[in-house]
């Protein structure tokens, strides 16, 4: 117990040193030769050998069932949780990375309802945690309430906006909310050793850089390989007061041969087989990172949220088409369906132009080779620079017009 104490007032002391200082204590390392899996009498044990003492934390999240554990962050290095998942029947799937700045997190797919019998972290000798789970039926099942967000890290949330937002008019600089998908501990799409959460980030960069000096005001919902839930991409695009939301891909598609860019608006209904499927996994990608849904969608609740969609949808639809207009124009392969509706949830602002672009499909070689490409990247950009800046110049035309 003392001990414990000691270590977490060591932490705690080594948090408030400056930057300088802390570089001298080396991030703690995952180590899989001393990391198992085991089923024993019904109970499930994990443990987790480090290279040395984190804090940490254990709970458990309903629909689906999962076990999330967060560390200060444990770099996990090439080591993929597959590795350590082995044949373990009670876990379904696993996933680890990075999840906030300084911050790690490990979440565990269950096959049903379990309770926690122990989790300890032993620090004599080498450090390790373990986790023992026991089945239990589902009524005895307790999982944590509002677990994406916690006081155990100080995220900055973003402001409150009180105003409804001027639809913009040309007036003032246009204000473009960037959206790299996925990220940390959801790596997205990966074929061929690319990981869609680095592609579209750096691409996402390089089409800010251009929209800056095109005079546009650009937020970012990601600058680093961190996870942030798809209800968190909204509503950063609510505090930064946005004209338009841009949400960047590059995912797989398993069946046909997809390939060439794709712009999505919101719709009820996703328009064919691979999109409704491309859906589906982004939704349970945000599953899989361990957010509890448990009262989401209030925020946008509170809005009035049909009267703003009929204003916004044409728009979007809009903006897709100009988008889609643009990239061919500039002679880049797209898509043979180039716009498409889908209901993806970061398309669902009630009041802010969204779109989703698939820049390409990791899944098809051309494309891989495409989005590596620094020329095409940089086309691709320019692209759609001057796409947005077409759309903004109509729009803020009707927008005159509806109010005179
Ligand atoms: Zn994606």
Redesign the pocket.
Known sequence: MVGRFLLLLATLLALTLPARAQDFSALARYEPERSAITQQGGQTEITLGISQPVIYRVFLLAAPYRLVVDFREVNFGTSTPQELLGGADAITNLRWGAFRPGWSRMVAELDGPVRLVSSEERTEGETEIRIKLEPVPVEKFTPRKGAADSALWDLPQPAQVSNAHRRQDGARPLVVVLDP??GGIDP??EDGGTR?ADIVLGFARQLRDQLRRAGMTVVMTRDQDVFVPLETRVTVARAAGADLFVSL?A?SIAEGQASGSSIYRLSDHAEDDATRKLVAR?DRDDILAGVDLDGQGDQVAHVLVDLARRETQPRSLRLSQVLAGAIKGAGLHMHKHPVQGADFSVLKSPDIPSVLIELGFLSSPADRKRLQDPDWRARMAAAITRGIESWAQSDAAEAKLLRQ
Request: glycine residues 24%; negative net charge; charged residues 25%.
């Open positions: 998908g996925h997205g799409a869609e891909h995912d982004h």
